[in-house]
């Protein structure tokens, strides 16, 4: 079956512009999560969707970003106001219910703030 | 003190040699270890978990852990070109908001040279 997916691949953006990342989990994986990796950094923990529970948020970097996820399916990471020091992978995950140990990643994003 | 440890190398061994990856945390809450292999422009990949001290052998793979001295193991036997990648270690725990969260190390970057 089907992976992770996430869209775009590749984005380029303005220092102040807006930008929207996709991810499509898997189906029926009810958990999904958002990390980013900087240029030689481990991954750093974003957000947390689990089914219709409230997102864990802990690890969103300040007010700028933010994230939906639409019932148990597609998420949308938005960061807005961007700035240079955003410029990172953004990778996403999906598990079956809440199996932190067996997450599935997608390819990321690979979002470059000029 | 960051709460993973990971030598990011680079390494570089011949083929059908032992790797050795390692590394070191200080938080003694985590209580699932995991290794994932992630190959240039791709997501992570689990390649194998654990929750208790001791080893797990997973064809010429091993992952060793000793939670008394806070430190983690990947082997690989007979190792490939093929096995040419980057290996991240990661560790999870209660986040306290609801859901367990990854605590990734920076990841090794291993070359094996035919």
């Known amino acids: 079956g089907a992976g992770v997916s996430q869209s775009p691949s590749n984005k380029v953006t303005e220092k102040g512009k807006d930008v929207e990342l996709r991810c499509d989990p898997i189906s029926g994986h009810t958990a999904l999560y958002w990390y980013r990796q900087r240029l030689g950094q481990g991954l750093e923990f974003l957000i947390y969707f689990q089914g219709n529970s409230a997102p864990d948020k802990s690890g969103l970097p300040s007010d700028r970003f933010s994230a939906e996820r639409t019932g148990e399916s597609v998420s949308t990471l938005t960061i807005q106001r961007t700035q240079q020091e955003d410029s990172a992978v953004y990778l996403c995950a999906s598990s079956l219910g809440?199996?932190?140990?067996?997450?599935?990643?997608?390819?990321?994003?690979?979002?470059?703030v000029l | 003190q960051k709460e993973v440890e990971q030598d990011p190398g680079p390494l570089s061994v011949p083929e059908g040699a032992i790797v050795s990856l390692n590394c070191t945390y200080s938080n003694s809450a985590f209580q699932y270890f995991m290794w994932y292999r992630q190959y240039s422009r791709k997501g992570p990949e689990l390649l194998m978990y654990t929750y208790s001290s001791g080893n797990k052998e997973d064809g010429r793979f091993t992952a060793q852990v000793d939670k008394s001295s806070k430190y983690i193991s990947l082997f690989i036997r007979d190792s490939q070109p093929s096995d040419s990648a980057t290996y991240l270690c990661a560790m999870s725990a209660y986040s306290g908001a609801g859901s367990y969260q990854l605590t990734f190390g920076k990841g090794t970057k291993l070359s094996v040279i035919p």
């Open chain 1, 98 to 112: 809440g199996n932190i140990e067996t997450q599935y990643f997608g390819p990321g994003t690979r979002l470059l």
